[in-house]
């Protein structure tokens, strides 16, 4: 029978693991339920952690196969399920790339096991051998997935860097600007590409479709900043290992969240979730690990 020390011990390992081949807290949760209750009841287990990684990559994979059929029948845009994470989560850049909105967009463009073999071997650090006896595949076809899988990611992937006190400054100005409408700053510090992004679900109103370059992005968000967001409260927080904006109403209610992206001192991304099924649990504060010692 698995130890519920051991199980602990490597949770935020698990939980990484199974978010970003799910890009959702709420599915990852479920899988890692599931999970323990097959490692209680397994027999005495040599290898833990192989043990639990192979459980839980075959387990997200079967869980991202059936909700990728919701997804595709999302009302307006879909965005993954921010989570709350220390500041500090940013200082592995390997990690804190993984896990922002653009590369988990971009992972969503992957089918199911392309994402799985990406994140193992690329995040992760398993070697491919290491993959195929996770997933039940031999070692060619792993490789030949992986190989895919990469040459599709890298034409995708932004430029990423990572949450620093200056990108902090940048989105300080950001929001005043906002909130100001001082159109002027607004497009000072908004990239060229700047693409905003929001995702209500289709239970709360939100741009349908992403707002692309600096003028239609500007224009969107003073006009939020004048109308239904005139009163709200905004504080900083770290969600997916980056900044975000919190957004209140008078009462103290999470209306949604905005996660910014900055790279060369310049904003180029936004991404604002206001699904509420998608706050349920924003006060929970995730541990992300990527551990490169598997054995």
Known sequence: MGELGAFD????????IAYEILGSAADTEDVLQDSYLRWR??????????????IVTRQALNRL???RRRREE??????????????DASHDILLAESVSMAMLLVL???GPTERAVFVLSEVFGHSLVEIADMIGKTDATVRQIAHRAREHVQARRKRFEPDTDTSRA???QFAVATRTGDVRTLMEVLAPDVVQISDGGGKVTVAGRPILGPERVAKYLIALARGPMADMTFELGSFNALPALLCRTTAGQLDSIMLVEVSGGLITGLYAVRNPDKLRTTNVVHTLRRDADHS
């Open 9 to 16: 011990d490597l949770r935020p390992l698990l939980f990484t």
């Open 41 to 54: 009841d397994a027999d005495a287990v040599e290898h833990p952690k192989a043990y639990l990684t192979q």
């Open 65 to 67: 196969r059936t909700v």
């Open 74 to 87: 999302y009302v307006g845009n879909w965005l993954p399920e921010p989570i709350r994470t220390e500041h």
């Open 108 to 110: 969503e463009t992957l």
């Open 170 to 172: 940048v989105i300080a």
